[in-house]
């Protein structure tokens, strides 16, 4: 599975399956089950270190998660998020604080942020490093917004979104993560784009879906755009593969 497949998918109309994983037992399960995509994810330091935020996690820290997802996950398109103060300075750090991620593994970083993040964008794809952006909640700016809310309802901020999303692509983003956007604005956003959009919490009119994979085994805290698909299944081999199948044949999310 590659970026090129994930877009394929998108023009074919076909939903991208994406889960956070962090270890390589899960890993090797999410690659048996044909999950299409990994995103090693900066919730490790929510669900793994235990911490309110994710601000916390270092990029020594989700490199060694990074080494050992990549381990069992030869056939699945592993996405890492790129930590808290690795991205922020100029291009170049970032450049080489990626190529740090994808020695380890990495076939993608993902950057949070809008328009801000363009120069950057451009300058690491055109050195080869194939770059996932997210927009709508950010929750490494949670301490700037505040609180986890919904994003893209009123006219202003979607138009915004729109405009922004648009912009990264035109950067050379590859593909768009969308959490907690408005799903009418998401459906927006995925008909302007020609880039596969991935949402959490962004509801069903997104070409994929992904969610923390502890939120599927319905461990930790209930969130109102989860589902514990674990209830529902005799093993975790099942839950996951449930997860995949309803995503992909549009059952989940619901709206």
Avoid at 198 to 210: L, M, R, T
Wanted: with cysteine.
């Amino acid at each position: 599975m590659n970026i090129k497949d994930l877009v394929l998918k998108k023009e074919r109309q076909e939903k991208i399956t994406m889960l956070t994983c962090y270890d390589s037992t899960f890993a090797e399960l999410l690659e048996r089950c044909k999950l299409d995509s990994i995103l090693v994810g900066d919730s490790l330091g929510m669900v793994i270190k235990g911490d309110k935020t994710t601000l916390t996690v270092s990029l020594d820290e989700i490199k060694y998660h990074l080494k050992c997802v990549s381990t069992k996950s030869s056939n699945t398109f592993l996405i890492v998020d790129m930590p808290f103060s690795t991205f922020q300075e100029n291009p170049e750090k970032t450049f080489f604080h990626a190529a740090k991620l994808m020695d380890s593994g990495a076939q993608m970083v993902k950057l949070e942020g809008g328009a801000w993040l363009l120069e950057t964008i451009e300058f690491l794809t055109t050195r080869g490093v194939p770059v996932c952006t997210h927009l709508g909640m950010l929750p490494q700016s949670i301490h700037k917004i505040g609180c986890y809310r919904k994003f893209g309802s009123s006219e202003h901020e979607k138009e915004l979104l729109v405009k922004t999303a648009t912009s990264l692509e035109n950067a050379g983003s590859e593909l768009l993560i969308l959490e907690l956007v408005n799903s009418k604005t998401s459906k927006q956003i995925t008909e302007v784009l020609k880039i596969p959009t991935v949402g959490i919490g962004s509801g069903k009119f997104v070409d994929g879906q992904v969610l923390v994979l502890y939120d599927i085994l319905g461990i930790g805290k209930k969130l109102s755009f989860a589902k514990d698909f674990l209830s529902e299944s005799n093993s975790i081999e099942e839950c996951i593969k449930n997860y995949i199948q309803s995503v992909k044949k549009g059952m989940f999310p619901e709206n």
